[in-house]
């Protein structure tokens, strides 16, 4: 809370890496323990509901996402367009040169067809 009284909420919460809406419930909504009271122990401290039901659902949702399949574009090149556009960007003429300049140069020669621009960098990353 310190740092937020400093530079400012905004700013603090972007230094420390969390959502305002977490420092507001966590910090501004919740009263300030009395001065005068010992510091809460954690050990003894048991999660709320709210908590627990906040900590099963993220569970949840992380065993749903590890469970998904993606499917694959339907943009997608398929594999043997694949090893021939990495087979084309991967000449020795291209060594040194742009991700524009390979693309034109492969438009010019009729080698490339159906890719955009965009895609070249991404299929040389994917190798």
Do not use: N
Request: aromatic content about 4%.
């Amino acid at each position: 809370m310190d740092l937020a009284s400093e530079v400012g909420e905004r700013e603090a919460c972007v230094q420390v890496g969390i959502a305002r809406a977490s420092f507001r419930r966590r910090h501004v909504l919740a009263p300030p323990p009395p001065l005068d009271a010992p510091a809460p122990s954690d050990s003894c401290e048991q999660p709320s509901r709210q908590q627990r039901r906040y900590e099963a659902r993220k569970l949840d949702r992380e065993r749903r996402r590890e469970q998904r399949v993606r499917r694959p574009s339907s943009l997608a090149l398929g594999a043997q367009e694949r090893q021939a556009v990495l087979g084309a960007v991967h000449e020795p003429r291209f060594v040194d040169r742009s991700v524009p300049h390979i693309y034109a140069t492969l438009l010019d020669d009729w080698h490339l067809s159906l890719l955009d621009v965009d895609d070249v960098p991404h299929l040389a990353r994917c190798r």
